[in-house]
């Protein structure tokens, strides 16, 4: 009698488009022995920041809709209690706030007021920037939301690899930080920026309705750097690319058609000193599209007469404002060229993971070029061969 055998297991790879693919792009080595392997990362500030300011959204969010409290909301009575509620959450996952950037839950100080948060403490820069995100942008965007932390899924065929496919196909995955309903007739500060966005307008002519859906997505992070002329930086074409492959999904999965996208910058609103040397750069390298035109000429003459330890300078609320928000207009060409980048990474990742399946060590089947910045922070740059920051040689383990 002839037994039969155990088919093989089927799996299709997985990818997140914020885990796997921008982790990828940032350097292959990096994100094999964070991702793929058993290592957890350090908890660069970024990241902490980033997580906080996504909880605290979501629920002042929540907050709103129970209880319709008008704007602005006084930091100490009803953003601080957000805050508390969301550290506490993260900590029980095991993150904890970076010290000298958050007051911590049992914190001594409890006459905490709105004027303890100022630009120039860094104890108190998550707090201000909560405050900010919530007062500058909550009261126009509570009101549009039709939903929060949406997940979404797809399948794409797997692209060609130099090797074995593992699959035909792979998975992406993601999750949309805010789905909102606009009616471009409403009077809102956020529909007035949508309204400015000449492409936007074009596609709203073209659609001819007055509702439509728009993803939004918010960034722990200030506006990266972009050339005008076409040579972007990789992070600014990517958060691109994010929003226009949220939008592949959303049309797969439930037949809505998003035809804009927007990224709130947070750090924008209240920037660090790591911030303001970096848009100091920007707008002395004409390496941006907000900031760099006259409309702004005092406060690029403030930031450019500003030193590293000199006081926080006092920048127009338009400047911070405007820089904050980024308009993404979607249309289908762009959806394939997105989705066409993408195929290219899994490409990469699958070709690596290949690799190493058929016996490459590590270091050889991933590709390892890290900027000079993620060497410098990054947890493994004491083994790295490419380590840019290297001092010394290390035994390759
Ligand atoms: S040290 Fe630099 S090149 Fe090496 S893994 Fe880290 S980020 Fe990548």
Same mark, same amino acid.
């Given at each position: ?39 957890? /990362? ?34 100490? %009575? ?29 914190? /001594? ?91 936007? $307008? ?19 992070? %200030?506006?990266? /750097? ?8 990789? $992070? ?68 450019? $007469? ?29 959806? $394939? ?61």
């Amino acid at each position: 009698m002839k037994l039969s055998s155990k088919s093989k297991p089927y799996m299709i790879p997985e990818y997140s488009l914020t885990g796997d693919l921008l982790s990828y792009l940032t350097c292959g080595l990096q994100y094999r022995y964070q991702n793929k392997g058993t290592l957890p /990362p350090s908890m660069p500030v970024q990241l902490w920041f980033g997580e906080f300011i996504h909880g605290v959204m979501e629920e002042a969010y929540l907050e709103w809709e129970s209880k319709k409290t008008e704007f602005p909301w006084d930091w100490k %009575k009803d953003i601080r209690p957000i805050e508390d509620i969301i550290d506490r959450r993260l900590q029980v996952r095991g993150l904890y706030p970076p010290a000298n950037h958050f007051f911590t839950i049992n914190h /001594p100080d409890s006459e905490l007021t709105i004027d303890d948060l100022n630009e120039y403490d860094h104890k108190k820069l998550a707090s201000a920037r909560a405050e900010k995100a919530i007062n500058v942008w909550g009261a126009d965007l509570f009101p549009l939301m039709d939903s929060a932390e949406v997940l979404i899924k797809g399948l794409r065929d797997m692209p060609y690899t130099k090797n074995d496919k593992r699959s035909k196909y792979y998975g992406i995955n993601g999750v949309i930080d805010v789905l909102s309903l606009v009616n471009i007739k409403d009077d809102n500060k956020i529909v007035r920026y949508l309204k400015e966005n000449k492409e936007f $307008n074009k596609l709203a002519e073209k659609y001819g309705d007055d509702e439509y859906e728009i993803i939004i997505d918010y960034k722990g992070m %200030k506006r990266p /750097p972009n050339d005008v002329k076409g040579s972007n930086n990789e $992070n600014w074409d990517y958060h691109e690319r994010q929003i226009l492959t949220y939008s592949w999904l959303r049309q797969k999965q439930e037949d809505k058609k998003p035809i804009a996208g927007i990224i709130f910058y947070l750090n924008e609103l209240v920037p660090s000193i790591e911030d303001l040397k970096l848009i100091k750069d920007d707008i002395h390298y004409h390496l941006t599209d907000v900031g760099d035109s006259k409309e702004y000429e005092k406060d690029i003459e403030l930031i450019e $007469n500003w030193q590293d330890d000199d006081e926080m300078p006092k920048l127009s609320e338009k400047f911070k404002i405007d820089r904050s928000i980024r308009i993404i207009p979607i249309d289908d060409d762009k959806i $394939n060229e997105a989705l066409e980048k993408f195929d290219d990474v899994v490409e990469k990742i699958e070709t690596s993971i290949i690799k190493e399946i058929n016996g490459s060590k590590i270091q050889d089947a991933w590709s390892a070029e890290g900027e000079e910045r993620t060497c410098s922070a990054c947890d493994f740059k004491t083994f790295c061969k490419n380590n840019k920051n290297k001092t010394k040689d290390f035994t390759i383990p």
